[in-house]
């Protein structure tokens, strides 16, 4: 007997139906020892049609995360009504998320709440504020890392960008473009991240140390001498200040050519995408000094996009949603219409019942109409 799965991101997906109690436990119990033994993905159990499960459940869902645990292997939950939940939250262990949207976005991205935490004791008063980090490759103690309040600062689209950027509600003289600041850079070894939580964070409280993984640390710390000289072709790289504030055009540019660097020597899917590769180049045509570089970070990210378009069972629900609007705004730049209202057509199938994607389906719509 097994149970229906998916990929989502480095987890493995499993289905538990309408109840899962000691009934399910014996049946799947061979299944799943297999699944532990087979695979070397972490295991999420989708519990959004569960509306039962029992004592007997809670202790061999404990009984599996202390297998995974022997391998540095996680088990997280999500969705199911909130007796479901409560019942799961009762093992302190457990990986636990109300939605689908909130259990993607923390494996792709940096959890919310840590991020506010971040900001809270980072240093300044304002609504973008510094942090005092340690590169996690080479112990540089002195990197510059950047956060804003993402209370004030929201993700927004303007006509002329194909990411939304973040952007306070009202105008605000003293606003910055975030996307500047996004990604943080070693001066000494020039590793780069979007993610705060992969360098150590020194605050006057305590540190909070890196969570990047010791096999990718390994595989970016090999590739230093590459970085490096990618990085010493652009004027200034040399200089300590190079990436701090105020960040020029230049700075921002080799920021993330840095991180899609990165991203790329990473040692395998467990930590990045293709859909980080996109965004940097995107970023990459907005600070691009030269026309010619434009064009190529264009069909860089075009062809990541339909590496994504050809691989969708190893995306999220919603950087699936985003990558369409992506590929649908390139595409109307190149007057391919045809395409663009295929891919839409896609989208809107897919997503159109999934209340955190209608906003990017509103976007799509007002690309093809604009």
């Not at 005092?132 to 689209?157: A, H, Q, T």
């Not at 055009?249 to 996109?278: C, I, P």
């Not at 369409?324 to 057509?345: N, P």
Request: glycine share 4%; with cysteine; aromatic share 14%.
């Amino acid at each position: 007997m097994f149970l229906p799965r998916k990929v989502r991101g480095h987890y493995l997906c499993y289905d538990l139906g309408t109840e899962f109690t000691s009934a399910q436990a014996l049946k799947y119990k061979s299944f799943l020892m297999d699944e532990i033994k087979d695979s070397r993905l972490d295991m999420a159990f989708d519990l959004s049609s569960t509306e039962r499960i029992d004592g007997t459940a809670v202790m061999f869902f404990k009984n599996i995360h202390e297998q995974l645990s022997k391998e540095n292997r996680k088990v997280a939950f999500f969705g199911g009504t909130q007796d479901v939940l409560d019942q799961l939250k009762s093992v302190n262990t457990f990986q636990i998320y109300p939605t689908v949207t909130d259990f993607e976005r923390d494996f792709h991205e940096i959890n919310i709440e840590l991020n506010k935490t971040f900001f809270r004791l980072s240093e300044g008063k304002g609504h973008f504020r510094t942090l005092k980090m340690i590169c996690p490759l080479c112990s540089f103690d002195n990197v510059s890392g950047f956060i804003v309040d993402e209370n004030y600062y929201k993700p927004r689209w303007r006509d002329d960008e194909i990411v939304p950027v973040f952007e306070p509600d009202e105008p605000d003289a003293n606003a910055v473009d975030f996307s500047c600041y996004q990604v943080s850079v070693c001066p000494k070894c020039f590793y780069a991240s979007t993610r705060l939580d992969w360098f150590t964070i020194v605050f006057p409280e305590g540190r909070f140390e890196s969570h990047l993984t010791q096999e990718n640390r390994a595989k970016l710390s090999n590739a230093v001498a590459l970085r490096r000289s990618l990085a010493m072709n652009y004027s200034g790289t040399n200089e300590e200040a190079f990436f701090r504030i105020p960040r020029e055009k230049g700075a921002s540019y080799v920021s993330w050519l840095l991180n899609e660097f990165n991203l790329k020597h990473m040692s395998d899917q467990r930590t990045t995408d293709g859909f980080d590769v996109v965004v940097s180049n995107f970023m990459m045509c907005k600070f691009a000094l030269k026309e010619i570089s434009i064009d190529e970070h264009m069909y860089t990210a075009l062809a990541w996009l339909y590496g994504i378009m050809d691989n969708k069972e190893n995306y999220s629900t919603l950087r699936l949603a985003k990558a369409y609007v992506y590929l649908i705004s390139v595409l109307l730049s190149q007057d391919k219409t045809g395409d663009a209202r295929k891919f839409y057509r896609e989208m809107e199938k897919s997503f159109k019942d999934i209340e955190d994607c209608k906003y990017l389906i509103n976007r799509a719509q007002h690309l093809l109409v604009s």
